[in-house]
């Protein structure tokens, strides 16, 4: 079960493991990240859950029967890593980051994005696409090592072509929802078929980001 309110790690830079410590601290206990080290920490997170871990043990909080299983782990594979071998590498260099020597399955893993951002992958690595690298994902996931899987800032059309040819359950898909931003056609199909529709952006930061004006989440005169 995925709760309702969780945190995304994206651009926090050398502040991952205090942000992420804190936020668990005051009851937060689903983390986001990313393999994407131009805007994700996966080290700082893992280092941020282990220091509210022993913290919450050694000062025996009230919350001291929290133990890792209780905290949601989401991490995201970069395209750059869509080919078998690669996201293998990575999906077990995850794990040693965010569960250091406690590993144990990542909770859920997404596919980060259906094609690779400008300038971030190499012609050879583009060559593998979101098709081949869903099936290599199912393949890892039936290792052992994930136990949730699914995708990233994926479009309708294309959530319903993987709807139609996945052979293994789309547990989560991540994409940018906000009031102005409402992607009501991809959370009707997610909930048709039983996907767990994980909002990201929540706040608009996404506006600033993709065209440089102001967030209207928070300049909007209706939301205040």
Known sequence: EIPRLGIGTAALAGNSKEIVSLALEIGYRLIDTAQANEWYDEKGVGLGINEFLYNNKKNNLRSNNIDRSDI????????????????????????KLLYGNDIRPIDVVL??????????????????????AWSNLEQIKSTGIISNIGVSNF???????????STT???V????????????????????????????????????YKYNGENPVFNSIELQ
């Not at 596919?111 to 098709?131: N, V």
């Not at 479009?155 to 040819?165: D, G, K, S, V």
């Open 111 to 132: 596919l980060h994005s259906p094609y690779c951002w400008q300038g971030q992958c190499t012609k050879q690595e583009e060559q593998t696409t979101w098709l081949t």
């Open 72 to 95: 949601i782990i989401v991490t995201k594979v970069h395209p750059r890593s869509y080919e078998y071998n690669q996201m293998h590498l990575k999906i077990v260099d995850s794990m």
């Open 173 to 208: 898909i991540q994409n940018w929802m906000d009031p102005f931003h409402q992607d009501k056609e991809v959370r009707k199909l997610a909930k048709e078929n039983g996907i767990a529709y994980m909002a990201y952006s929540s706040f608009g930061t996404q506006w600033e």
């Open 169 to 171: 359950r789309i547990s």
């Open 155 to 165: 479009h309708y059309e294309l959530l319903y072509q993987l709807i139609t040819i």
